[in-house]
Each structure stands twice: as structure tokens, then as C-alpha cells.
Antibody, heavy 124, light 113 residues
Framework: EVQLVQSGAEVKKPGESLKISCYSSGYSFTKYWIGWVRQMPGKGLEWMGILYPDDSDTRYSPSFQGRVTISADKSISTAYLQLSSLQASDTAMYYC?????????????????WGQGTLVTVSS | DIVMTQSPDSLAVSLGERATINCKSNQSVFYSSSNKNYLAWYQHKPGQPPKLLIYWASTRESGVPDRFSGSGSGTDFTLTISSLQAEDVAVYYCQQYYNPPHTFGQGTKLEIK
């Protein structure tokens, strides 16, 4: 069974940095893109970016480029989302999700399954 | 970026009745080389991660009840729930995966009338 398990809730102060994790099991971690999605309180889903663990190829949404870093540790089948210089507006639920593999379609694919989500609260 | 716009923003439907959610992209998400529309639908309930319902615009994910169906091509798509059940109350999102960033629609909140 494919499972993605995220790290626990975080409370941070403005200006701090944060790295949340997403551990994958039940499939070949390096052969599927893995992505991150943000949901701010009361708002919709926002696609942040994806990473291909085998070669660390990464695609970011322009809305998040420069503000976040997506990485992975292949040895422990874990992807990471790093947010720097946190602001109150970074308060959100963050989800990781595996992107399905479409032969011949490079970095295209739908998300499924998803991690359970990590709630990040930024408050002074 | 491809912009995805859903309508309506919210919808109230009686149990057993049909619910229809629309999704429009500002450019085609049809890939002619594969003859497929790069469009997915998700269901999101409070306290749970989103759940994939439909991909390729009309292919139902394994285990998804057949009352859920997707249709459309190019820039205009529809998610239909043929007979609304209480457990279908959720927010529904469309997503294009034609080009990164794989943008979502703003969501449609579905409630019971």
C-alpha cells in the first residue's frame, strides 16, 4: 500500500525557518514525482511545486519560487518542504502528494495518494 | 500559468438530486499527441486530505462510486454527481496537469439543500 506520512504540526515565530517532511512507503520513491500543496485557512488548494527524487529535478510555481525549497533524501524515502523567513501569511495546512507517472509526459500527472497534512502556524 | 475557474463557488442540492460543477481553463488542456485532456477532479472534506476522483477528465479513480462522472474537452469540463448522497458534502476542485504549475480551480463547496 502506498502511504505518505507527514511530520507533525508546527508553531513558529515570524522570521524563523521551517522544514517539514513527507515519508513515502509502498512504492519506488525515486521513480515518481512528489509535490506540495498549500491550503491557507478558509481558502483553496495551491500547487507549490514538484520534485523528481531520482535526479532532483524540481519545478516550482512562480507564486512560490524563491520562497520555498523542495528537496528529498532518497536514502530514507523522504521529501521535504522548506520555508524561510516565515510570515503570518505562511500559516496554512501543507500537503505532500505523489504525482502519478504518465509515460511520455515528463512532469505531468495528477496527485494521489496524499499525506495527511501538516498544519503550520506562524505567530508572534 | 493556466488559470482554472470553477462555477458556481457554492452549490446546494437536495439528497438524491443531480449536482453539476463546471470548470473552465483559459487555455486548452487537451494534448493532441495523446488525445487526452490533462484534467483531474478532487473531493476535499474537512479534516482529511483531498481525494482523487477523476483523471483524464473522465476516468474514474478505482473505488470512486459511479455516481461521479466527468466530461468535457479542451477548455470546458464538468463534474456530475448523479444522485447526491450525504457523504458527498465537500469542496470539489478541478486541476490541470498539462503544464507546471498544475493549477487548481478555486473550489466549489457542495452542500445539502
Amino acid at each position: 500500500e502506498v502511504q505518505l506520512v507527514q511530520s507533525g504540526a508546527e508553531v513558529k515565530k515570524p522570521g524563523e525557518s521551517l522544514k517539514i517532511s513527507c515519508y513515502s512507503s509502498g512504492y519506488s520513491f525515486t521513480k515518481y514525482w512528489i509535490g506540495w500543496v498549500r491550503q491557507m485557512p478558509g481558502k483553496g488548494l495551491e500547487w507549490m511545486g514538484i520534485l523528481y527524487p531520482d535526479d532532483s529535478d524540481t519545478r516550482y510555481s512562480p507564486s512560490f519560487q524563491g520562497r520555498v525549497t523542495i528537496s528529498a533524501d532518497k536514502s530514507i524515502s523522504t521529501a521535504y518542504l522548506q520555508l524561510s523567513s516565515l510570515q503570518a501569511s505562511d500559516t496554512a495546512m501543507y500537503y505532500c502528494a505523489r504525482m502519478t507517472k504518465i509515460v511520455g509526459s515528463g512532469s505531468s500527472g495528477w496527485f494521489g495518494p496524499w499525506g495527511q497534512g501538516t498544519l503550520v502556524t506562524v505567530s508572534s | 500559468d493556466i488559470v482554472m475557474t470553477q462555477s458556481p463557488d457554492s452549490l446546494a442540492v437536495s439528497l438524491g438530486e443531480r449536482a453539476t460543477i463546471n470548470c473552465k481553463s483559459n487555455q486548452s488542456v487537451f494534448y493532441s499527441s495523446s488525445n487526452k485532456n490533462y484534467l483531474a477532479w478532487y473531493q476535499h472534506k474537512p479534516g482529511q486530505p483531498p481525494k482523487l476522483l477523476i483523471y483524464w477528465a473522465s476516468t474514474r479513480e478505482s473505488g470512486v462510486p459511479d455516481r461521479f462522472s466527468g466530461s468535457g474537452s479542451g477548455t470546458d469540463f464538468t463534474l456530475t454527481i448523479s444522485s447526491l448522497q450525504a457523504e458527498d458534502v465537500a469542496v470539489y476542485y478541478c486541476q490541470q496537469y498539462y503544464n507546471p504549475p498544475h493549477t487548481f480551480g478555486q473550489g466549489t463547496k457542495l452542500e445539502i439543500k
